[in-house]
Nanobody, 120 residues
Framework: QVQLVQSGGGLVQAGGSLTLSCEDSGSNFSLKTVGWYRQATGKQRELVALVRYDGATRYTDSVKGRFTISRDNAKNTLYLQMNDLKPEDTAVYYC??????????????WGQGTQVTVSS
């Protein structure tokens, strides 16, 4: 069964750093756009960052300059390095693999989610 398995996350003080990882057990990871979404309590799931098959990236404005998305195609693994964390970054973070190679395709597979909590 193809799946995305997440690791990382936890509790950190404001200004701290965390790294999330997401390993894909499938065979086409390098060909797809992959990324991270998050969902805070009582809010809709929102896009955080994407990385395309060729390494091009997109970020939501609120994380630009603080978060870095990266991928290691040899390991079928996606990463999210989060620096200067703020209480408003508190959410459950989900990795996703899109159905296609471009940013305009849609999420087709989700990780199990991991909690990130930033204390003030």
């Amino acid at each position: 069964q193809v799946q995305l398995v997440q690791s990382g996350g936890g509790l950190v003080q404001a200004g701290g750093s965390l790294t999330l990882s997401c390993e894909d057990s499938g065979s086409n990871f390098s060909l797809k756009t992959v990324g991270w979404y998050r969902q805070a309590t009582g809010k809709q799931r929102e896009l955080v960052a994407l990385v395309r098959y060729d390494g091009a990236t997109r970020y939501t404005d609120s994380v630009k300059g603080r978060f870095t998305i990266s991928r290691d195609n040899a390991k079928n693994t996606l990463y999210l390095q989060m620096n200067d964390l703020k209480p408003e970054d508190t959410a459950v973070y989900y990795c996703t693999k899109y159905s296609g190679s471009s940013f305009i395709s849609n999420p087709s597979l989700w990780g199990q989610g991991t909690q990130v909590t930033v204390s003030s």
